[in-house]
């Protein structure tokens, strides 16, 4: 049974960061492309990154250069490092591999 688990979600002041990781059981991550996505509240859910399988790295414009996705595939896992955090930044964060999303988990930038 496949199960995808994200975290890390927390809620910070601007310019702050967080590490958010997605967990894999039961298939292999090594040999898939992971993606994150988020969803606002009232927003319909959008992609902002993707690590294909040999390690080359996507992004949507608006986190170019603040938000860094990275993999561990002995352990599994992939990474979204979220870096100078921005109250727009606030959304439930999904990490999606092949078909297999996670849950979700909560990201709130706020003074």
């Known amino acids: 049974q496949v199960q995808v688990v994200d975290s890390g979600g927390d809620s910070v002041q601007p310019g702050g960061s967080l590490r958010l990781s997605c967990a894999a059981s039961?298939?292999?991550?090594?040999?898939?492309?992971v993606q994150w996505y988020r969803q606002a509240p009232g927003n319909q859910r959008e992609w902002i990154a993707r690590?294909?399988?040999?390690?080359?790295?996507y992004y949507r414009d608006s986190v170019k250069g603040r938000f860094i996705i990275s993999r561990d595939n002995a352990k599994n896992t992939a990474y979204l490092q979220l870096n100078s955090l921005k109250p727009v930044d606030t959304a439930v964060y999904y990490c999606?591999?092949?078909?297999?999303w996670g849950q979700g988990t909560q990201v709130t930038v706020s003074s």
């Open positions: 999606l591999i092949h078909s297999f």
């Open positions: 039961g298939m292999i991550i090594s040999n898939y492309d």
């Open positions: 690590i294909s399988a040999n390690s080359n790295r």
